[in-house]
């Protein structure tokens, strides 16, 4: 049996731009793109040439900080375009995909016959090993490093975020197929819900996990938040992680032979007019989900992800390779005269300084404005409403401010990754860039760490 | 388009990088921001960001001390006209002109100064010009006197600005509250300007009634214990010290305008209540313990007054609102202020009971408190740590 968990820090931004709980079948990707920006410093090591045929399965690149785990191609195409920037560091390989998605078969059979180091194999090779990542870092997690748990976060709580109860209907048997494979690499699995968001009998009745329940704002849904709680990262150890969609991905390997990496996502944001869910793939280009004609005029930031800690892609960018939504939000590139005296009436705050405070029920327009100007740290207090750990946030981001490793440590940085940050970011009044600090502080403890192992070596 | 907005881009070029006036961008970028809030948007992290910045916080300080300011400009030409024996006959327009004619200039000086100074040092050090000197520029005339000379104003505001915050960094890394910098400088280099019995009445020049003293309740403190009265010798107890009619520092006589100002902070999140709600707890508790010394030592009057008292003279209330709540100065995590505010009272109280030389310790016993802050947030945070070591211990 699993425990529950009350959050009480946290907020909900309450944004304009839900999609309506309704599946719209969309064009098949025309492009697939892989970035190794994704992922966590990433050295990829590429495998393919331009003008190469691929099938969906087929490596495309590997990180050679973690060579065992192949990132394969989400659609069948030819390789067009192997973009690399200044110092020929790789950008993306894009795929010009088959309308006809050709799977490279792969072999099962009974999973429960196989043995775990065949799962591993299978999975690193089909490419849905790069599903599961591990904290501390939030890398692509190291099939040769046992972890103490794997968590699965079964809500998430983010803006405008996907529903996951609606996006797992009437696939069951894809994630009892993907659980029973993660069994395979671990007895002790996490799966969190949500006391209101996961009513769905799919993830209630999930077998072999204990299921945690927690209720709350946002950040309830983030997984690592619920790892914290249930049991918190000391130094040294591992936890695995796995995205709900990305239990139906690898469940579909094993049942179905085939590395299937659609998605279901959520087209979200005040900018959409028709904010509907529709069926991609990884990779996928925003065209072929979202025609411009669903855009409303302006000029638009387009997100990869949600509001907080989504990726800025261009009109016709791809879907990021962990992203569940797309939000288009108005750029906020209009100066405000007198807006820090203004009432405020099209601003959301966790201050109280707005009187929008007293309106608990409106839904807002936010812009991509950054309210303010940069400041040093100032107030206090802020970080903590939004923050449900038992960490100093202000602290702990001073300690990697000043790159001291040890304080880092002993404030618990293992136990954190930048999207835990993304509330403190929202409502710093100093408009401190919080989540790039701490994922810095993450990137240089990872590097080290992968230092000292090959040194060992 | 806004004629402002033109005019701020019509001018914009001759301050940009290889402008004629390119030295001072600080200062067009002062004033285009304080017109504009910029329309920057996110380049980084979060796409949406909170409303709030800083200009916005400090404004909401500055409204939130706008009730005891106003008070304390009204009870300038209260405590004057009542010296002079002609309250009866004075209009309330007459007060208020009258205190403002005396507040104004402070006010003026304060800003002029302080905001000279950091605009000064924005253009030297290539700096943005921050916000934090418009409140600082509103709390140094609210606790000084009404006839505190303007030119001693004028320097302990430089004081405050050079040593109290610009050496260190600027806004976000001061120690010492940089209000109270310059007040403790006024304290301390011009005492017979705001201490003693004369200075907290403006007579302007003319002739005080027959019994007159100018005498605040603290300094009565010392020698009648609770028995105080107001400077024309009618008694006072605990409801005129909260309302505020009687002689003080211009902005602190009034613990009820100070409470709403109290309100606005905790309401909109802007001042810590953890904070204000140990001060007010420290002090009680000290005075209550101090109190019960009071027998046992006759010749000091002072331990015997009343806690509730302690809270509504002085400048107590004023201290636990405006200047203790400084997040820069005070003590940063959550634990590490309520232990920060309760040792401010207790300071205050020992300050003031104990040491004869000051009636007054609400001063000196936030300013030694904002200098322990950063101790009492290592210690929280230590606590912190330990729990953290402890986990590992206690699974191994």
Known sequence: ?457 | MNPLKKLLEKVEPSFREGGKLHKFWPVYDGFATFLFVPGHPTQKGAHIRDGIDLKRTMVTVILAALPALLFGIYNVGYQHFQAIGQLASASTGALFVYGLIKVLPLIVVSYVVGLGIEFAFCIIKKHQINEGFLVTGILIPMVVPPDMPLWMVAVATAFAVLIGKEVFGGTGMNVLNPALTARAFLFFAYPAFISGDKVWVSLGGEKAVDGFTGATALSQFITQGSQITNSVGQPMGFMEGFIGLIPGSIGETSTLAILIGAVILILTGVGSWRIMLSVFAGGYIMASLLSLLAPSFPDNPYLAVPPHLHLVFGGFAFGAVFMATDPVSAAQTPLGKIIYGFLIGVLCLMIRVLNPAYPEGMMLAILFMNAVAPLIDYYVVQGNIKRRLKRVTVKA
């Open chain 1, 1 to 457: 049996m699993g425990k529950q968990f009350k959050i009480k820090k946290g907020l909900d931004i309450r944004l304009i731009g839900e999609a309506d709980k309704v599946l719209v079948s969309a064009n098949a990707a025309s492009e697939i793109s892989i970035s190794p920006a994704d992922y966590v410093a990433m050295k990829p090591k590429v495998l393919v040439n331009v003008g190469d045929k691929v099938k969906a399965g087929t490596p495309l690149m590997y990180d050679k900080n973690n060579p065992l785990v192949m990132i394969c191609a989400s659609a069948s195409g030819e390789v067009a375009d192997i973009k690399r920037g200044a110092k020929r560091v790789l950008e993306n390989i894009t795929i010009k995909a088959d309308n006809e998605i050709q799977y490279l078969p792969f072999l099962i059979g009974n999973i429960e016959s196989l043995s775990r180091e065949k799962v591993v194999e299978i999975m690193c090779q089909s490419g849905v090993w790069s599903f599961i990542r591990q904290r501390p870092y939030n890398c692509v997690a190291n099939p040769e490093k046992a972890p103490k748990a794997i968590f699965i976060s079964a809500f998430d709580t983010a803006p405008l975020a996907p529903d996951t109860d609606f996006v797992l209907q009437g696939q069951e048997k894809y994630w009892e197929a993907g659980i029973v494979a993660l069994q395979k690499l671990h007895s002790n699995i996490q799966l969190n819900i949500h006391s209101e968001k996961n009513k769905s009998s799919v993830i209630t009745n999930t077998k072999g996990v204990s299921i945690n329940t927690f209720t709350g704002p946002h950040p309830s849904g983030n997984v690592g938040v619920q790892i914290h709680h249930i049991d918190p990262i000391n130094k040294g150890e591992t936890v695995w992680t796995v995205a709900p969609q990305d239990v139906l991905i690898i469940g579909r390997l094993f049942t179905e032979g085939k590395y299937d990496a659609h998605r279901i996502i959520a087209i979200t944001g005040s900018q959409v007019k028709k904010r509907k869910y529709v069926r991609t793939m990884v990779g996928a280009n925003l065209s072929s989900f979202l025609s411009n004609d669903n855009i409303e005029s302006g000029t638009n930031r387009f997100i990869s992800g949600n509001a907080l800690t989504g990726t800025t892609i261009s009109a016709n960018g791809h879907l990021g390779y962990y992203d569940t939504q797309i939000t288009v939000l108005p750029e906020g590139n209009e100066p405000e005269l007198f807006g820090w005296l203004a009432p405020g009436f099209n601003k959301f705050s966790n201050s109280h300084t707005f009187l929008t405070w007293a309106m608990p029920a409106k839904k807002f327009r936010l812009n991509t404005n950054q309210n303010g100007e940069r400041r040093a740290f100032v107030v206090t207090g802020e970080y903590e409403k939004v923050f449900p750990m038992e960490i100093y946030p202000v602290q702990l981001l001073k300690a990697i401010i000043t790159n001291d490793i040890d304080l880092q440590e002993n404030l618990g940085i293992y136990e954190v990754d930048a999207e835990d940050f993304a509330l403190c970011e929202y409502v710093c009044t100093s408009k401190i860039n919080s989540q790039e600090i701490v994922r810095k502080g993450l990137e240089t403890l990872y590097l080290e760490e992968l230092e000292s192992l090959k040194s060992h070596h």
